[in-house]
Structures are given as structure tokens and as C-alpha cells.
């Protein structure tokens, strides 16, 4: 059985005057969607999402926005020149790892009335620049 859920990711006091998106699509034909320059304060982006059971019945992660190999799936961030701002040194991508999201996760938006499942993620790495690579603790909740 495939299902839609709401996903929002909030990416917390990311590097100022620095455009972030989600990414959609792949390679050298993807788009940025969402786009948003930093303030320094929060940036909240949402997708929806497409999941059903893989063949060991775990969750598999589908639609437009979702990338990498169906039991590592998870989202881009795309961050300055990446994102399709020409005006400055970053060229980056911050990956969202999908794989906290459990069937008992998904169950608990239909059982709690909840629209969305949201993940908070630094927006600033060791590197005083815009966090990417891959984000370790992405874990996504049911919002208070």
C-alpha cells in the first residue's frame, strides 16, 4: 500500500546571505525549489513525499524530491552556487537521510492527527560555512 506524507525540514540558522533549496531531480538536470536567502535565522522547507513497503516490508521513500538507492533514501539540501546563486564561494549540498522515518512514525500522523513529520538540522558546519554532506542525526518527529 503506497501513501503520501508531509515532511518539513527546518534548517536552523544557516550561514547568512547564502540561498538554500530543495532539491529536485538529479545530475546536471535537477532544479532548486524553495529557494530562500538566509537571514541567519531558521529556513523551513516541506515536501511531500510517497511511501510504501519494500520487499522485507521496511519503508521505501518515492516522488521527485527523494534520491539515492531505494533502502538510503533522502532528500538534498542545494546551498549557494549549488542552489544557483553566482555571488558567492559556497557550492555546497546538505543530504537529509530518510531513514528514521518508520512505518510506527508514518502510523503515528494518522493516529495523532498530525500533517507532518518535521527533522531539525544545523545550518552551519565545523567549518563556520553552510553544514553539508550527510546530516547524522536526522531524526524526523511529530511536531508538539
Not at 512514525?105 to 545550518?123: F, N, S, Y
Request: hydrophobic residues 35%.
Amino acid at each position: 500500500m503506497e501513501k503520501e506524507i508531509n515532511l518539513r525540514i527546518i534548517l536552523e540558522k544557516p550561514t547568512a546571505d547564502t540561498d538554500f533549496g530543495i532539491q529536485q531531480g538529479s545530475g546536471h538536470t535537477y532544479v532548486t525549489l524553495q529557494k530562500q536567502k538566509s537571514t541567519g535565522e531558521d529556513l523551513t522547507f516541506e515536501a511531500t513525499v510517497r511511501v510504501k513497503p519494500s520487499a522485507d516490508e521496511s519503508p521505501v521513500f518515492l516522488g521527485a524530491v527523494t534520491q539515492g538507492p531505494p533502502k538510503e533514501r533522502f532528500i538534498y539540501i542545494d546551498i549557494g552556487r549549488a542552489a544557483g546563486q553566482l555571488d558567492t564561494l559556497w557550492s555546497r549540498r546538505l543530504k537529509i537521510p530518510l531513514k528514521s522515518i518508520t512505518w510506527e512514525l508514518i502510523q503515528q500522523l494518522d493516529t495523532a492527527q498530525q500533517a507532518v513529520l518535521e527533522v531539525r538540522v544545523p545550518g552551519v558546519g565545523k567549518d563556520g560555512g553552510p553544514n553539508c554532506g550527510g546530516v547524522k542525526n536526522a531524526l524526523f518527529s511529530c511536531p508538539q
